[in-house]
């Protein structure tokens, strides 16, 4: 897990300070992302989920879980979590910069939607979807 902190930290650093916290992504200290893995014999596969925006009446509704990270010192989740949308110049420069720190790490390669699907009908992880990125780059 610790790569992905080195990984991450070309896209987030310039925000304030970011780290890897057990396994959650952090903005000093309170969680704006986190992340699992699927590992088989043939096939591994790393996902991140951030946290874009939230209604804060919406974490009242939250329990606080019995299960959690000690750096969460059992606070509400409010004053856990933060949006990414305060912290982070828009949208679409996330994903720019996310495409940007991911193509001097990795070969992408881009895909129609055609040759996405025609790749999903081949044998694989049942999880794997296509994402239209289109959706997430107006900001509401």
């Known amino acids: 897990m610790r790569w992905t902190e080195a990984f991450y930290n070309g896209v987030f650093s310039k925000y304030g300070e970011f780290s890897l916290r057990e396994h959650d992504y952090t903005f000093n200290n309170c969680k704006f992302g986190g992340n699992a893995q699927a ?16 209604e804060s009446k919406n974490m009242l509704a939250l329990k606080n879980p019995a299960k959690q990270p000690k750096y969460r010192e059992k606070r509400e989740h409010g004053q856990f979590l933060v949006p990414l949308k305060g912290i982070v110049d828009s949208r679409e420069q996330l994903l720019q910069d996310l495409q940007d720190n991911a193509a001097a ?28 990125f289109s959706q997430y780059m107006e900001d509401t």
Do not use: M, P, V
Not at 39 to 54: A, G, P, Q, V
Not at 108 to 121: H, I
């Open 105 to 132: 790490h990795f070969k992408l390669q881009e895909a129609s939607y055609e040759e996405a699907s025609e790749a999903l009908k081949r044998n694989h992880l049942r999880g794997n979807r296509i994402i239209d």
């Open 39 to 54: 590992i088989t014999s043939k096939r591994w596969l790393h996902h991140t989920s951030f946290l874009w925006d939230y």
